[in-house]
């Protein structure tokens, strides 16, 4: 009985000693593996954003080729999910989440029964004499003990595997590019792939307007010409301090619709805002898209004509976005210019993505004269 006294002291120590250091581990982890591939973006690309293609280059499919997987929604790009199981590997799922052609792949990732997603993103650059592929995980952890563990050796137990990924995909498509697909296989991309509708803002037709740049503020502001565009949005009222959190609570709203009807998105989200008092700011989350149901209840549709806007294109934290309107109200009065829609911010840059707040853009505007007014909300 004294031993087993000892026993079960001794490990409550080390039970408690573990929950002690956990507690003041990392909270974060960042991995990052990055290999020049001697092949085209677009071979690469299918690699990652079809999930089939998984197979003969994941190294823990190939760790455990006996586990079960089970694939559903699309079959590529946003959607796109399997779950597995497995006695080596365990089980988990995996979901796309964001895909840009030939350039970017991003997916969320569960293991075990674990809530908290890993996030991993796959980027693409063109370089001489191949593709540049940087696969990287972001895993945060809160206060799970046990994550915060599993952080501190994610460099040793997931690094070594990502350099066996990068290996493989380049095996494949090296081949592949060898056997002359790669020509092949971009003229296909380039042949079948429908131009998207254009972003919130770019052009496609020439239209007059003041066409010189001016800085006022230190901002440099400029009057740009807009593409027609339909767009979903959510609409909604928060205080300043919160509306960062209910912009992404609305966006959530819209991609889950859009991922259940498979539409497609067609540029950046962006937030319109209708007014603003001491207490709350009455805006909209939107999403533009190619086409999608109409009269639905979790979302509005809208469709805008072409015309102009007054455009700033800041870089920065959002914090300081109120302090480019006066800029652009300058410019409207010193150009002759009306407004005839709301305010409009544009996130160029996914702050889950880039993470040097520096470095996040936002188109900032109005449309001014031609362009169709967005309905106010009262």
Known sequence: MRILKFVGLGLLIIIGLIVLIGLFL????????????????????????????????????K??????????GPASGPGATYKWKGDKVGEGSMEITSAIPYSFVATRMFYGGSDVPAIATFKLDKKEGGTQVTWTMDGEYGWNIMGRWFGLFMETLVGKEYENGLQNIADITEKLEAAGMGAVHDNAAKETTTPAAPLPGEAVVIVDFPANEQTIDGYAVKTVPLAPMKFISSPFKSTMQEIGAGLGMHFGILSKEINRQKAEVTGYPFAIYHSFSKDYISCEAALPVKEIERNQKNYDFHELSGGKAVRVEYKGRYEGLRKVYPAIDQYIAKNNLKKTGEAMEIYVTDPMQEKDPSKWITYVQYAVEGGKEIPRRK
């Open 26 to 61: 990392p909270s974060k982890q960042h991995l990052e593996r990055t290999r020049l591939i001697k092949a085209s973006d677009t071979l690469i690309y299918d690699q990652i954003n079809i999930l089939k293609n998984w197979e003969p280059w994941n190294p823990w499919i």
């Open 63 to 72: 760790m455990d080729p006996q586990a079960q997987m089970v694939y559903s």
